[in-house]
Nanobody, 122 residues
């Protein structure tokens, strides 16, 4: 699976952005897709994940109620709608995939996109 993340950019606090993650290369079927982020000087952290059947969505406490994860399996694309952005959301956002189910641990994800920068100013 090859993943391509896009949609990052500059935003002000309170604004919204939508990230996309397009998958290609092999069947998307059965894969959980997740978003992680990494801020300068910090470890990569889990943001959100969505199961293949869209029946399980899981969010980090820091984004719960502000971010929404979704996917369109027909288009092999997953989205992260980010509302009410905060400066602390500034990071490189990565999408990742694995077939084990909804997991929050980065090492369990075998496929990663290249990342897209999100910068939120106050």
């Amino acid at each position: 699976v090859q993943l391509q993340a896009s949609g990052g950019g500059l935003a002000q606090a309170g604004d919204s952005l939508r990230l996309s993650c397009a998958a290609s290369g092999r069947a998307f079927r059965g894969y959980t897709i997740a978003w992680f982020r990494q801020a300068p000087g910090k470890e990569r952290e889990f943001v959100a994940a969505i199961s293949w059947r869209v029946d399980i969505k899981y969010y980090a406490d820091s984004v719960k109620g502000r971010f929404t994860v979704s996917r369109d399996n027909a288009k092999n694309t997953m989205y992260l709608q980010m509302n009410r952005l905060k400066p602390e959301d500034t990071a490189i956002y990565y999408c990742a995939a694995q077939s084990l189910g909804v997991e929050v641990s980065a090492p369990l994800y075998g496929y990663w996109g290249q990342g897209t920068q999100v910068t939120v100013s106050s």
